[in-house]
């Protein structure tokens, strides 16, 4: 597989996520955002833990939908993250994921 090939495969992927996100985000109360990956939920746990002097969050979700490309199954029944970065989660409103008619996707 050439450089162009893979870069045109990567890119097709990031545009079935995109729409796969589009679909499912009216289904979700909070988006959360984590060093690594970002969550679609309903429901949430978030832990401010210590240990031998450093601080982490623990964070739990279930029914969770998670944006990742390279996941064959994107939703998931429960979801435990610890990280030492934080944690940002934001409460969806209906106008913030509504698409304005005839969008399919980036750039038009």
């Known amino acids: ?14 545009l079935q996520l995109y729409r796969e996100y589009r679909d499912v985000v009216g289904l979700f ?3 959360i955002e984590t060093e690594r990956r970002f969550y679609l939920t309903n429901q949430y746990e978030l832990h ?3 240990a031998d002097g ?22 998931v029944k429960n979801v435990r993250v610890l ?11 209906k106008s913030e994921f509504e698409m304005p008619a005839g969008n399919e996707g980036f750039g038009g």
């Open 54 to 75: 450093e601080v982490f969050f623990e964070l739990s979700m279930a029914d969770a939908w998670v944006w990742d490309m390279y996941r064959p199954a994107r939703f």
């Open 83 to 93: 990280t030492f970065k934080d944690v940002n989660v934001e409460e969806l409103t």
């Open 29 to 31: 109360k909070y988006v």
């Open 1 to 14: 597989m050439s450089a162009e090939d893979l870069e045109k495969y990567e890119t097709e992927m990031e």
């Open 48 to 50: 401010v833990r210590s």
